[in-house]
Each structure stands twice: as C-alpha cells, then as structure tokens.
C-alpha cells in the first residue's frame, strides 16, 4: 500500500532550527510536495523536490532521497508565524498525490 | 485570498438537513477537487472533476453529491450526513489533473449535529 509518515507534532524556539522528517512508499514515484497549513486557511504549495538533493527558498529548505524515501523539510530563524501545520504529500506513478497526516509545529518565544 | 474561493466557512447542520458547499476558481484551472480533512488524518480525495466531467469518485458515501456546471464552480451536495462527516472541506483547483500544483481554498469547516 501507499504510505507517507510524518511526525504529528513538533515543537520549536523562535529563532532556531527545526527539521520535519517525511517518509515515504508510493506505488511509482514523481516527486515530493511540502504545503503549509495555518489553522483555519487553506494549505499553500511550500516545495516541490523530484530529483536527490537539498533545495532551498530563503529561510526553508527541503531535501530528497529517492534511495531512502525520505525527505525532510528545514526551517531557519524561525519565526512565531511559522507556527502551523507542515503537509507532506508524495506523487504517485498516476500522478495522485498521497498525504501525510501532517505535523503540527509549535513556536515556543 | 489564495485565488479559490469557498462558502460558507462554517456550517452547523442536522442530520436531516440538506445543505450545499460552493467552490469558484477564476485562475483558469481545468481540474477541480474535494478533499476531507479530519483532524490528525491524511487528506481524503473525494472527488476530481477535469473539464467539468468527474474522473474520479473515491468510494464516497451519496450522502455527498458533487455538481461541477462549469470550469469555475463546485458545488457539493450534503443530506442525511452522519456526525463523523463533520470535518474541514476542503476545495481545490490545477491546471490538469497530472499536474499536482493544488492551489487549495481556505475550506468549509463542517459540523453535523
């Protein structure tokens, strides 16, 4: 079957680092998806990651490995605002995207 | 405002009634979806619409019933619901239905009592 893991909840000082682990089994692989969810909005596209390798955009970075299925996402600095829910989201051989449950990040002053 | 756009934000309804959940999208997406979300579960896939035919129903109860009239709207039709349907709606849109580049509305927080 298909499978994403993901921590349900993290928590974190403002003004540090914090890494969000995701693993991953899905039936054919075309990439990796990071959305973040703050409580009552709509979750928005974080990272799109399909080849090994760390990515990174400004504070956040997301890495890949296809050999381990796994993939982590990176936060620097953080800040209160960063307070929410991290999606992790696998991409099927049809094209289907497979959710983790998410991880609940806690920003602690 | 993410571009899709979904109401009622909140909806408290009985187990007899029937309501109905509206999605827009003017971003010219093709391909529009409902999705459950329940706390500290995964997103559930409920129903794909690509060029206002459904392509996909994820074995979901007929206590839901979706209506896709055009590329913009969504709609889905509630009656009967059970109080474990209660759970956050959530609508979104993409360019093709390959192409997993959601982007999602805010949701309809749904209660059933």
């Known amino acids: 079957g298909q499978n994403i893991d993901q921590p349900t909840e993290m928590t974190a000082t403002e003004g540090a680092i914090v890494q969000i682990n995701c693993t991953y089994q899905?039936?054919?692989?075309?990439?990796l998806f990071w959305y973040q969810q703050h409580a009552g909005e709509a979750p928005t596209f974080l990272s799109y990651?399909?080849l090994d390798g760390l990515e990174e955009k400004g504070r956040f970075s997301s890495f890949l490995s296809r050999s381990k299925g796994y993939s982590y996402l990176l936060l620097k600095e953080l800040q209160m605002k960063d307070s929410a829910s991290y999606l992790c989201?696998?991409?099927?051989?049809?094209?289907?995207?497979?959710w983790g449950a998410g991880t609940k990040l806690i920003i602690k002053p | 405002e993410t571009g899709v756009t979904q109401t009622p934000r909140h909806l408290v309804m009985g187990m007899t009634n029937k309501k109905s959940l509206k999605c827009e999208q003017h971003?010219?997406?093709?391909?529009m979806y409902w999705y459950k979300q329940s706390a500290k579960k995964p997103l559930e896939l409920m129903f794909v619409?690509?060029?206002?035919?459904?392509?996909e129903n994820n074995s979901v109860p007929s206590r839901f019933s979706p209506e896709c009239p055009n590329s913009s709207h969504l709609f889905l039709h509630l009656h009967t619901l059970q109080p474990e349907d209660s759970a956050l709606y959530l609508c979104?849109?993409?360019?093709?239905?390959?192409?997993?580049?959601?982007?999602f509305g805010s949701g309809t927080r749904l209660t059933v009592v």
């Open positions: 971003l010219g997406h093709n391909a």
């Open positions: 619409y690509s060029l206002e035919e459904r392509v």
């Open positions: 989201a696998g991409l099927d051989s049809n094209y289907q995207l497979i």
């Open positions: 979104a849109s993409s360019r093709g239905t390959e192409a997993a580049g959601y982007t």
């Open positions: 990651n399909v």
């Open positions: 899905t039936s054919g692989f075309n990439g």
